[in-house]
T-cell receptor, first 115, second 115 residues
Framework: GAGVSQSPSNKVTEKGKDVELRCDPISGHTALYWYRQSLGQGLEFLIYFQGNSAPDKSGLPSDRFSAERTGGSVSTLTIQRTQQEDSAVYLC?????????????FGPGTRLLVL | GNSVTQMEGPVTLSEEAFLTINCTYTATGYPSLFWYVQYPGEGLQLLLKATKADDKGSNKGFEATYRKETTSFHLEKGSVQVSDSAVYFCALIGGYGGSQGNLIFGKGTKLSVKP
């Protein structure tokens, strides 16, 4: 079956512009996560959604970052007024639930470069 | 809060050598432990996991045992191949402290295997 997909695969933008990154989780997975991977910070959690519950936003680094999940499926991560330190690979993952035993399946990522 | 510490890389080995990548964690309660692998140019993949103390996860010749007494989850392989060259990430979910849903990753260890 299809895995997690993300688009675009690469995005180059100018400092100060807004960007939107998209994630399509595995069909039937109720939990969806966003992480980012950067040279300086490693792999960091950003936000996760579980079913109809309020999202856990505890990892978002600033109020320029937001995410939504429509219809319990596709998710969009939005970064407003991008800064150079936002350059990273943004990873999306999904799982059947958020219990500690669940395996998270990752997409290929979106590589963001802010000039 | 919860955290994961893994040995710094890079690690360079000859083919058929024995591999150990150390991983220790800090967590309250009973987290689940994971090893993820990122092959060059590819996304993160689950390599193995263990969800309770003394469990052994294994896959593709790799093994790791969940040791609660030493808070460790060291990755081992008896005979590495060139195709094992990748970055390996130790991670945890859950326990009583910190977020239940998201993965907390170590910094990653880059392994290079020479023929």
């Amino acid at each position: 079956g299809a895995g997690v997909s993300q688009s675009p695969s690469n995005k180059v933008t100018e400092k100060g512009k807004d960007v939107e990154l998209r994630c399509d989780p595995i069909s039937g997975h109720t939990a969806l996560y966003w992480y980012r991977q950067s040279l300086g910070q490693g792999l960091e959690f950003l936000i996760y959604f579980q079913g109809n519950s309020a999202p856990d936003k505890s990892g978002l680094p600033s109020d320029r970052f937001s995410a939504e999940r429509t219809g319990g499926s596709v998710s969009t991560l939005t970064i407003q007024r991008t800064q150079q330190e936002d350059s990273a690979v943004y990873l999306c993952a999904s799982s059947t639930g958020t219990s500690a035993q669940e395996t998270q399946y990752f997409g290929p990522g979106t590589r963001l470069l802010v000039l | 809060g919860n955290s994961v510490t893994q040995m710094e890389g890079p690690v360079t080995l000859s083919e058929e050598a024995f591999l150990t990548i150390n991983c220790t964690y800090t967590a309250t309660g009973y987290p689940s432990l994971f090893w993820y692998v990122q092959y060059p140019g590819e996304g993160l993949q689950l390599l193995l996991k263990a969800t309770k103390a003394d469990d052994k996860g294994s896959n593709k010749g790799f093994e790791a045992t969940y040791r609660k007494e030493t808070t460790s989850f060291h990755l081992e392989k008896g005979s590495v191949q060139v195709s094992d060259s990748a970055v390996y990430f130790c991670a945890l979910i859950g326990g009583y402290g910190g977020s239940q849903g998201n993965l907390i990753f170590g910094k990653g260890t880059k392994l290079s295997v020479k023929p």
